[in-house]
């Protein structure tokens, strides 16, 4: 096993056993191939030895580097997130953070594996440090609560995660058409068009004229993270 306490999250072991043979891999390496697996198969095909066979090595010798399959669960989830881009502030702290949002849901799509971990498994590590860094920058000037403005950036990641999940459910829905969801969409139509549901029936145009998925998250994004920061 890796040295160090394994209470310790894995940011603060060493790189490897200090013992034995000069290191050969390392923890980005093991990572990169763990993504890249995950991203082609699936988060179940990412196993020790999946990831030692894509490297060319026998899964023992992972254990240098990473001693628990959680313990590489978290390296992928903090080293996606390397791929925010993090401007200055703009002044304006709610477009700033619907931008972090969509950006989120960018890194999401590449990673489709992400979104049923994000909030099971919310990694802080150097890469999500420098994300919260970035917001509670954004933040300076609000006169929200540290508590408020570190719940809203959960609660962010948790919306975009949210959001990203139903998408996605829905782009497999759209390769193999699931029927009681048809059905129902079908139902909810009938319904709203028999007249007794007119309130049902407004909010169902609306959202057929507004059907656009970028407006609907912003929107949405954008109101929860008003109410949570209101001061």
């Known amino acids: 096993m890796v040295a160090g306490d394994q209470n310790d999250l894995i940011w603060m072991r060493p790189e490897s056993r200090p013992v034995g043979r000069p290191a050969e891999r390392s923890r980005a390496e093991i990572t990169t191939a763990a993504i890249l697996l995950a991203d082609q198969e699936g988060l179940e095909a990412v196993s020790m030895r999946r990831v030692a066979a894509a490297l060319g090595t026998g899964a023992a010798s992972l254990y240098r580097y990473v001693s628990t399959r959680d313990d590489l669960l978290d390296l992928m989830v903090d080293a996606v997130a390397v791929e925010y881009e993090l401007p200055p502030p703009t ?11 969509r950006q989120a849901c960018a890194i999401m799509r590449r990673h489709p594996w992400l979104p049923a971990i994000a909030t099971t498994r919310p990694a802080i590590g150097p890469n999500a440090l420098n994300l919260i860094e970035h917001i509670l920058n954004v933040l300076a000037d609000h006169p929200a609560d540290g508590p408020a403005k570190l719940e809203a950036i959960a609660m962010l990641n948790a919306v975009a995660a949210a959001y990203m999940q139903n998408e996605l459910a829905q782009r497999a829905d759209s390769q193999t058409p699931h029927q009681a969801q048809l059905a129902q969409a079908r139902y909810l139509q009938h319904v709203a068009g028999q007249g ?20 609907r998250f912003d929107t949405i994004l954008a109101r929860i993270m008003t109410g949570i920061l209101r001061g």
Not at 91 to 101: E, H, R
């Open 196 to 215: 007794r549901h007119p309130r049902l029936a407004h909010a169902l145009a609306v959202a057929a004229a507004e059907n656009n998925d970028q407006h």
């Open 91 to 101: 002044g304006d702290w709610l477009a700033d953070l619907v931008n972090v949002g």
